[in-house]
């Protein structure tokens, strides 16, 4: 008989999927999950990944709003070094 899965839960925050996610890869890559939890952290891992995505998104989008729609280029005080 199969173990039921619990339902997905939803991160609380970037961070926290991100520390979710790290400690999924961590099991993984040691190699000492069966095969069964290893396809559940994997599809685990898949959910957290499109959860940073559409955070990472929606904060593009409310940066774009704050800066009026234009973004510049980033250009560091370094990149001007060595010009004269």
């Not at 890869?25 to 940073?52: D, H, K, N």
């Not at 593009?60 to 004269?84: R, T, W």
């Amino acid at each position: 008989m199969s173990k039921k899965l619990p339902p997905s839960v939803t991160p609380a925050s970037f961070e926290e999927a991100m520390a979710e996610l790290t400690a999924l890869v961590s099991q993984m890559e040691s190699g000492q999950l069966p095969l069964e939890a290893s396809v559940t952290a994997y599809q685990r891992g898949s959910e957290l990944i499109q959860f940073c995505a559409a955070q990472l998104e929606k904060v593009e989008q409310q940066v774009k709003i704050l800066d009026a729609g234009m973004l510049k280029a980033f250009h560091s005080e370094d990149s001007n070094e060595g010009q004269a």
